[in-house]
């Protein structure tokens, strides 16, 4: 019950902050709000600690233009060191990518999130249950407790959250992006999302 209710808050405050600009005055901006409310071990995140910048985004494991971006936010926390990505995993392609999502997921609680992203995100082949276990397996990760976090409250809480919010704010596929306040749907090369990043920073 109290996952639920904090699903449901989580839904009604971030399409709430879309609407109401004194909101997104207060919080600075939508993606630092995220950061801020709710537990890493719920909302994955990289780059900086301490970011003035900050961008969130909507993935699937097997989705071609999901391998791309994955590739252009590397390239900009590699650039920018004061830039922090939020992840938030939603698989939409079927049973291969959920069953990805769910086991990178639970490898946070092995401290594997970030390698076992970036495996999979830079991975040549289909993300399918044989191929997630033996990049599970070739990170080192401890199988069997591995499983058992992948049905966790957390890691449904994540999914259900990623898959709520996605449909509110009009998402429709993947990738998708909130950068600052902005809705973005679609690819980002890396000279868009820095031209993003930069025009944000010269509003404030």
């Not at 971030?14 to 537990?39: G, P």
């Not at 590699?78 to 992840?87: C, L, Q």
């Not at 994540?158 to 600052?180: C, K, R, W, Y």
Request: net charge negative; glycine share 6%; hydrophobic share 45%.
């Amino acid at each position: 019950m109290k996952n639920r209710l904090r699903l449901i808050l989580f839904v009604l405050v971030m399409v709430f902050s879309f609407t109401n600009t004194h909101f997104a005055e207060d919080q600075s901006s939508l993606a630092k709000f995220l950061i801020r409310n709710f537990d890493p071990h719920e909302v994955p995140t990289v780059g900086s600690s301490n970011p003035d910048y900050v961008i969130v985004e909507f993935f699937d494991y097997n989705c071609g233009y999901c391998r791309q971006a994955g590739k252009t936010i590397q390239a900009l926390i590699a650039s920018d060191p004061n830039v922090r990505v939020i992840f938030r995993e939603w698989p939409v392609l079927g049973e291969g990518s959920t069953f990805a999502a769910r086991a990178v997921l639970a490898s946070s609680e092995q401290g594997k999130y970030e390698e076992f992203h970036w495996a999979l995100m830079n991975g040549k082949v289909r993300a399918t249950k044989a191929v997630v276990m033996k990049v599970a397996r070739d990170l080192g990760l401890d199988i069997a407790k591995l499983e058992a976090d992948m049905v966790s409250q957390t890691v449904d809480l994540h999914l259900e959250q990623s898959n709520m919010l996605a449909q509110n704010l009009g998402f429709t596929g993947t990738p998708a992006f909130i950068v600052d306040n902005q809705k973005v749907p679609g690819m980002l090369s890396f000279n868009q999302i820095s031209e993003l990043v930069a025009e944000a920073r010269d509003t404030k």
